[in-house]
């Protein structure tokens, strides 16, 4: 039997990914100055944020309430 979570934990997870994102766009992200600090950082925090919300989308038994 596999578990998985349920939809209200994938939601959450979802809520909490994208406060985090957009948190780190804020602070990190595009515009933010040059190199590192600017356009690189944003994308690779885009890229990181991209694989995080398909392992929670594919993670998650959206079928279940709990």
Do not use: P, Q, Y
Not at 2 to 28: H, I, P, S, Y
């Amino acid at each position: 039997m596999e578990n998985r979570r349920g939809c209200l934990e994938g939601l959450l997870d979802l809520f909490l990914l994208t406060a985090a994102f957009d948190w780190l766009e804020k602070r990190f992200g595009f515009g933010r100055g040059c190199s590192c600090s600017g356009c690189g950082c944003g994308v690779m925090i885009l890229i990181i944020f991209i694989i995080l919300f398909c392992g929670t989308i594919a993670g998650t038994d959206w079928t279940r309430l709990f």
